[in-house]
């Protein structure tokens, strides 16, 4: 008879270890949505458009129903600042990337990004390598199409918490398991780990994200390099090089988007992201009237979409910034009521994104013709919705990603495996390693079986 693994959440990291154990394990997913919508109600949050905006989302797939599939890898200071030895894993990355991409499509992404890196040969910048597929996966279905084989349990409910052999939802079902994993994301994994702890008052410290903003307009020089580093099209996905620079130990990176002109009204205002949060929301009536009240952010963003802007002379700069775990920083459970997450920038986090944006100006001076930067206490970050580090004050300090890794401390046979086990991600968006990192809880898990 096999064992029973329970998976708390259908997301990126529920799907991908669901599919990966069906064969040696009995797997039950609980999933709290039955259909694809954002979920706005579990946290309390006014500030970063966390529950204004789709920022996650439940149903089979999680967030993303709605994400961009954005890959990227951690480099190795991120990973070695994760707990991660970068060489021992690379190989599942490899797997990560081969889950998106055909090797014949991963190998032109790879020709495109040391072409971005011979561009850019001789200047401080480090490239943040990006690769959009074209087709935006909701990797539920992904991951059921790569991984086939025997039937998965699906159980749609909210798990309340983890007890001793088994997972408790709402309503006082219980369903029986010999491990648990909770992938309920980088807001709801903590929550979850709370309840079934015990710490129902308690402050979850550790949480992290890369927050991002509009910070200026620069015009290029007709033939800047910089054009063609900022989106490169393959057959199948689309190529961004980030330039990643460092200041303080946190890193900042700049993305350069297609505008118009040099107004700044298209990037700033509760407009700025407008088509982005359109196409995954179009029938809010209150962003199409945000729309229609600045069509010079619509024309950006369909330059931007189109890529045909890329050939333009008119940029806006997009920045993502580092943030690392504080210990003010994350989820104040509150028995009975909604928890609050508090996600801020710190007085010195933007002191060292403002420093990393003068080193980008001051590098690229020979390519940019005119700027116009909004003044740096005007920076109006938004939460960019990669949750994470909200699980580590419940995990042993790593060493790497044995077994240990992943193990809650106190509740026994239950891991984590989501963004809430991330210690750092740089600037990088995680899908990707939180893909890698599934591929390798699996193995420990499969080898156990
Ligand atoms: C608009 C948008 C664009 C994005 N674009 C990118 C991108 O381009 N690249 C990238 O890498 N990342 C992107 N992200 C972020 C990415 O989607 C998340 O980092 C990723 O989905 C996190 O995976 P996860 O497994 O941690 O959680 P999720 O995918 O959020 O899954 C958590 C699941 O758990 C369920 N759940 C929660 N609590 C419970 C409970 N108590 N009981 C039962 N079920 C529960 C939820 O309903 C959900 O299905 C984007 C996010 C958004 C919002």
């Known amino acids: 008879m096999k064992k029973r693994v329970v998976v708390i959440g259908a997301g990126l990291c529920g799907s991908v270890l669901a599919t990966l154990l069906r064969d040696q394990f009995h797997v039950t997913v609980v999933e ?47 990973l070695t600042k994760a707990g991660i030895e970068p060489g021992g894993f690379a190989p599942y990355y490899q797997k990560a990337w081969e889950l998106f991409l055909a090797p014949s499509e991963l190998d032109a992404c790879n020709k495109a990004r040391d072409a971005n890196a011979e561009a850019l040969k001789g200047r401080s910048a ?20 790569k991984h086939p084989g025997d039937a998965i349990e699906v159980v749609y409910g909210h798990v309340r918490r983890i007890v001793d052999g088994g997972v408790e939802l709402d ?34 410290p550790g949480y992290h994200d890369h927050p991002q903003a509009y910070i200026a307009k620069v015009k290029l020089k007709p033939g800047s390099f910089l054009k063609k580093v900022s989106s490169t099209a393959t057959l199948s996905a689309d190529v961004r090089a980030g330039l990643v620079y460092e200041s303080d130990d946190l890193k900042t990176v700049v993305y350069l988007r297609p505008a118009i002109d040099m107004r700044l009204g298209s990037i700033t205002g509760p407009a700025r992201y407008i088509l982005s949060d359109l196409r995954n929301d179009p029938f809010s009536p209150k962003k ?80 940019i013709l005119e700027k116009k930067v909004i003044p740096t206490p005007q920076w109006d970050f938004r939460n960019a919705a990669h949750h994470s580090g909200t699980a580590t004050s419940f995990l042993p300090t790593p060493g790497d ?49």
């Not at 480090?126 to 199409?145: C, E």
């Not at 219980?174 to 129902?200: K, M, N, Y």
Request: net charge neutral; charged share 20%.
């Open 288 to 367: 199409i009237m945000l729309l229609l009240g600045n069509l010079e952010a619509v024309r950006e963003a369909i330059l931007f979409k189109t890529r045909l802007g890329f050939r333009g002379d008119y940029y806006s700069m997009l920045i993502l910034g580092e943030q690392t775990p504080l210990p003010t920083r994350g989820v104040q459970m509150a028995n009975g009521k909604r928890p609050t997450l508090n996600w801020h920038v710190t007085p010195q986090e933007l002191a060292s994104y403002d420093a990393s944006v003068t080193k980008f100006f001051d590098e690229f001076s020979d390519q």
């Open 32 to 78: 709290r949505g039955k259909k694809k919508k954002p979920l706005f109600d579990d946290v309390e949050c006014d500030t970063g458009e966390l529950n204004t905006s789709i920022n996650r989302a439940e149903g089979l797939g999680g967030t993303t129903n709605y994400w961009h599939n954005a890959l990227i890898e951690l480099d190795a200071k991120d």
């Open 401 to 449: 990603t044995t077994k240990e890794f992943f193990r809650v401390k106190g509740l026994p046979n239950t891991y984590v495996c989501d963004g809430a086990l991330l210690r750092a991600a740089g600037i990088a968006n995680s899908g990707l390693t939180l893909v890698a990192l599934s591929y390798r809880l699996a193995e420990h898990l499969r080898a156990g079986a």
């Open 171 to 204: 309503g006082g079902r219980r369903l029986d398991a010999d491990h648990v994993i909770v992938s309920a994301g980088g807001i709801g994994t903590p929550i979850v780990l709370a309840h079934s702890l015990g710490q129902d008052h308690d402050f979850v």
């Open 126 to 145: 480090a490239i943040g390598h990006m690769v959009l597929p074209q087709t935006r996966h909701n990797v539920w279905t992904l991951a059921n199409q």
